[in-house]
């Protein structure tokens, strides 16, 4: 940093660019409401309606329900932040959470839709099979565990308070959580946006070398670097291997969103590395049989 301050100025200056434009008016309002919800018990409502149209298909508790609908809708990291926060309260037990994180904390639908498949793969004809790529496994990954952990004799869970509440204490401690949330999480997107920037000044053996270690990164910048390579079986590939995965910078933002529930980053990391290589692999293959030629 004292080497090449200029670069790490500007490093700096887009992470936080993009938390304040990208990041803080879409994900802080939803944590602050998930977490008035949680909190006040209110989400018990929400969660009744669901629980009866997913129990006969998911195994998988009615608390929850929220953080996985939650998670699949409004995406990375607060499918991970809700799980926790449930956990904490004893709402859910710590095996269906570690199961959880790993099915909900994903990119979400609106990102893959606009980034991923418009701005840079230039295909949004692609986009069902890149939702089923990306959103099949974790969900059938997750139908199998949970259908184990459903056997598993819950005495932590407390049942639901019989009246919920909701006062202007809740909604200030909602506030001050969301905002500490997506402090949190700018913090890390500006590290690990200088850390890219020194990542790129390295000399590399290949584009293809310099592509998969920005996307082992940071997903954003990974998946912006593929549309550099010229097979697009490999870019179709690497650009939906990345989005499974998240990046070590989604690792390092689920660590911290999960540190106070006792929940397993090992496990979360493991199922996101099986995730990223059949979404890669399969991607990658069934683009290259439907156009062997490319």
């Known amino acids: 940093m004292l080497m090449f301050p200029q670069e790490t ?63 699949l809708l409004f995406g990375f990291p607060l499918g991970s932040k809700i799980t926790a926060d ?18 909900c904390n994903n990119l979400s639908p609106v990102f893959i839709n606009s980034y991923v498949f418009r701005e840079c793969l230039k295909r949004p004809d692609l986009l069902p099979f890149g939702f089923a790529i990306l959103y099949l496994p ?19 869970i407390k049942k639901p308070a019989s009246r919920s509440q909701l006062n202007f204490k809740i909604i200030d401690a909602g506030i001050m959580n969301g905002f500490e949330t997506l402090t949190k999480l ?10 890219n920037a020194f990542i790129r000044m390295l000399p590399h053996s290949s584009k293809l070398a310099e592509t998969i270690c920005a996307g082992i990164l940071e997903v954003t910048n990974g998946v912006h670097a593929v ?15 990345f989005t499974a995965f998240g990046g070590i910078c989604g690792l390092a933002q689920t660590a911290s969103m999960i540190k106070d529930s006792g929940l397993s980053v090992s ?25 062997p030629g490319l």
């Open 9 to 71: 100025v500007r490093a700096a200056g887009d992470g936080l660019i993009l938390w304040y434009t990208s990041l803080l008016p879409t994900l802080l309002p939803l944590s602050i409401f998930s977490n008035i919800l949680i909190t006040s018990g209110y989400f018990h409502y929400i969660t009744k309606y669901l629980y009866a149209v997913v129990k006969p298909f998911y195994p998988i508790s009615r608390s929850g329900v929220f953080p996985l609908f939650a998670g």
């Open 267 to 291: 496990c979360y990391l493991k199922a996101k590395l099986i995730f990223a290589l059949l979404g890669g692999g399969i991607g990658g293959f069934l683009f290259y049989m439907a156009a």
């Open 186 to 195: 700018g913090g890390y997107i500006m590290l690990f946006s200088i850390l």
């Open 138 to 156: 974790p969900l059938i990954w997750g139908y199998f565990k949970l259908k184990k952990c459903a056997d598993y004799k819950r005495t932590d």
């Open 86 to 103: 449930l956990v904490e309260k004893k709402e859910l037990s710590k095996e269906e959470g570690d199961i959880l994180i790993c099915i």
């Open 227 to 241: 549309t550099a390579i010229s097979s697009p079986a490999l870019r179709f590939g690497l650009a939906l291997g």
